[in-house]
């Protein structure tokens, strides 16, 4: 599976979009995006899951540029609680099971 | 709430003790798996279970651990002889082979502490 790299943190303030960009140059034709975000304490939290192009559900929005070496998930209007951790992901599509490679993720401080 | 769930939630345990976690999944789901998460890390893969055949193992579970799912159902998680360097979080994930990207579904975790 293709290897992620995203940035280390990021810092933002409530009311403003934040978008983390996930860079997956080795991405198979096979390969599929997720994006989880985790709390202190807490498990991971499915977020958001896309092939191509942009998937957008109730919470973000995942971009997938044509040639998909990276992805972008789009917070929009993020509050103090969008404080986390963001792991984004590659997954193979249609195989026997997906052993979930994180890597340490984005740290996101939204501050007042 | 019909999200996967683990218990206990904390352990702490002395050293050489044996220690069991337990993982309910969504009950549709098939497959299961752990993970677990040290501080600053991104959770590593543990084991997979398909129903109630486990499938895949990391190198990572010593002979020390040891996980079953009688029935396909829930999950047990052991860990014998616990040392100070198995403290982490322990987590269960579940979901279904229905579609053709697979969505993991993630517990609370179990904290584990080994003093």
């Known amino acids: 599976l293709a290897k992620t790299t995203q940035p280390i943190s990021m810092d933002s303030y409530e009311g403003q979009e934040v978008n983390i960009t996930c860079s997956h140059n080795?991405?198979?034709?096979?390969?599929?995006i997720t994006w989880y975000q985790q709390f202190p304490s807490q498990g991971p939290r499915f977020i958001i899951q896309?092939?191509?192009t942009k998937v957008t559900n109730e919470v973000a929005s995942l971009f997938i540029p044509a040639d998909r070496k990276s992805s972008t998930l789009s917070l929009p209007r993020v509050s103090l609680s969008d404080t986390a951790v963001y792991y984004c992901?590659?997954?193979?599509?249609?195989?026997?099971?997906?052993?979930?490679?994180f890597g340490t993720g984005t740290r996101l401080l939204v501050s007042p | 709430d019909t999200g996967v769930s683990q218990d206990p939630r904390h352990k702490i345990t002395k050293r050489g003790q044996n220690v069991t976690f337990r993982c309910d999944p969504i009950?549709?789901?098939?497959?299961l798996y752990w993970y677990r998460q040290t501080l600053g890390q991104g959770p590593e893969f543990l084991t997979y279970?398909?129903?109630?055949?486990?499938?895949?193992k990391s190198r990572l579970l010593s002979d020390r651990f040891s996980a079953e799912r009688p029935k396909g159902s829930f999950s047990t998680l052991e860990i014998q002889r616990t040392e100070q360097g198995d403290s982490a979080m322990y987590l269960c994930?579940?979901?279904?082979?229905?579609?053709?990207?697979?969505?993991?579904?993630f517990g609370p975790g179990t904290r584990l502490l080994v003093l």
């Open positions: 009950s549709e789901h098939n497959r």
């Open positions: 992901l590659v997954g193979e599509l249609n195989t026997g099971f997906q052993k979930l490679v």
């Open positions: 994930a579940s979901s279904s082979t229905s579609g053709i990207q697979e969505t993991q579904y």
């Open positions: 896309g092939y191509k």
């Open positions: 279970f398909q129903n109630e055949a486990q499938l895949e």
């Open positions: 080795n991405i198979a034709t096979n390969d599929y």
